[in-house]
């Protein structure tokens, strides 16, 4: 059974930064793509960033220069850089493992007040 375990939300001013982490635990297999998705109150789940375990990111328009997805597949953890925060990146961000099948951690608050 694999298991997500997030940490890093909080609450932080615009233009803080913050540095969200999940760790994977269970059989993973080697072939797979972490990502960082997010929701906010009355609005769809959107993909922030994903990143394959070689290595290849991908980033919503809405975060690019600002945010930077990394992982560590020796730790099967992956990680997520947040600068220059705006309001609008108020929401619940959920990790999210894909391999054969999907996986999605608890989900961890990030809110941005001003």
């Known amino acids: 059974q694999v298991q997500l375990v997030e940490s890093g939300g909080g609450l932080v001013q615009a233009g803080g930064s913050l540095r969200l982490s999940c760790a994977a635990s269970g059989s993973i297999f080697s072939i797979n793509i972490m990502g960082w998705w997010r929701q906010a109150p009355g609005k769809q789940r959107e993909l922030v960033a994903s990143?394959?375990?070689?290595?290849?990111?991908n980033y919503a328009d809405s975060v690019k220069g600002r945010f930077t997805i990394s992982r560590d597949n020796a730790k099967n953890t992956v990680y997520l850089q947040m600068n220059s925060l705006l309001l609008e990146d108020t929401a619940v961000y959920y990790c999210?493992?894909?391999?054969?099948?999907?996986?999605w951690g608890q989900g961890t608050q990030v809110t941005v007040s001003s």
């Open positions: 990143i394959s375990n070689g290595g290849t990111t």
């Open positions: 999210r493992l894909l391999t054969v099948v999907e996986y």
